[in-house]
């Protein structure tokens, strides 16, 4: 069996959704929640699926205690679903084009510093888009920069609200995240 970690720091709606895709899979199993807030809604989606978390601080992270216990767990993909912190180069080298992540807008329109949550829907709506939507991509050392896996659109509606904007995205990201992951991870199989 091949041990995804993901990392969530928030809601953990979408950590919530690859733990259901994987629950019966065959070759991919969630074999790890890890977390720099353990008291974020991911860790209730760990417990009822019976996810091992790990909880650790920033400094652990930045000095590669982190990466060590991904070792150790012997962990062959990480997927990011709302975390909230830089990943370390050390980190991003070792897990070489295996690191995912999900980003609210269509890259690389809206990325990069300060680009989270509603910022990003605000922003997509204040410049007068007509579309948005989802972005799988892969993690390297800039922000948001990782090659491209997938994006799925949404239309912006005319006085679309930020928060309405937001529900759309949402939808996308539960329908689309977990199954791009997988097909990502199975035809990359080392
Ligand atoms: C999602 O919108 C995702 O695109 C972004 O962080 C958010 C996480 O939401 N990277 P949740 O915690 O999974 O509900």
């Given at each position: 069996m091949n041990r995804i970690a993901v990392f969530a720091s928030g809601t953990g709606s979408n950590a919530g959704k690859l733990m259901e895709h994987f629950v019966h899979h065959p070759q991919w199993s969630v074999a790890l929640l890890a977390t720099?807030?353990?008291?974020?809604?991911a860790t209730q989606f760990a417990e009822d699926f019976g996810v091992p978390v790990y909880s650790f601080i920033v400094e652990d992270f930045e000095a590669d205690e982190v990466l060590h216990r991904l070792q150790k767990e012997q962990i062959d993909a990480i997927v990011l679903a709302g975390f909230m912190r830089k990943i370390p180069s050390s980190l991003i080298s070792l897990y070489k084009d295996r690191i995912l992540n999900l980003h609210p807008a269509l890259l690389p329109k809206f990325g990069g510093k300060g680009m989270f949550g509603m910022n990003v829907h605000r922003a997509v709506i204040e410049t007068g888009e007509t579309e948005s939507g989802i972005t799988i991509h892969l993690v390297n050392?800039?922000?948001?920069?990782?090659?491209?896996?997938a994006q799925f659109k949404v239309p912006v509606k005319e006085d679309m609200s930020p928060e309405e904007l937001a529900k759309e995205v949402r939808k996308l990201e539960h329908k689309y995240y977990p199954q791009i992951v997988e097909e990502y991870l199975m035809s990359h199989a080392r």
């Amino acid at each position: 069996m091949n041990r995804i970690a993901v990392f969530a720091s928030g809601t953990g709606s979408n950590a919530g959704k690859l733990m259901e895709h994987f629950v019966h899979h065959p070759q991919w199993s969630v074999a790890l929640l890890a977390t720099n807030n353990p008291s974020c809604g991911a860790t209730q989606f760990a417990e009822d699926f019976g996810v091992p978390v790990y909880s650790f601080i920033v400094e652990d992270f930045e000095a590669d205690e982190v990466l060590h216990r991904l070792q150790k767990e012997q962990i062959d993909a990480i997927v990011l679903a709302g975390f909230m912190r830089k990943i370390p180069s050390s980190l991003i080298s070792l897990y070489k084009d295996r690191i995912l992540n999900l980003h609210p807008a269509l890259l690389p329109k809206f990325g990069g510093k300060g680009m989270f949550g509603m910022n990003v829907h605000r922003a997509v709506i204040e410049t007068g888009e007509t579309e948005s939507g989802i972005t799988i991509h892969l993690v390297n050392e800039v922000y948001d920069e990782g090659e491209i896996i997938a994006q799925f659109k949404v239309p912006v509606k005319e006085d679309m609200s930020p928060e309405e904007l937001a529900k759309e995205v949402r939808k996308l990201e539960h329908k689309y995240y977990p199954q791009i992951v997988e097909e990502y991870l199975m035809s990359h199989a080392r």
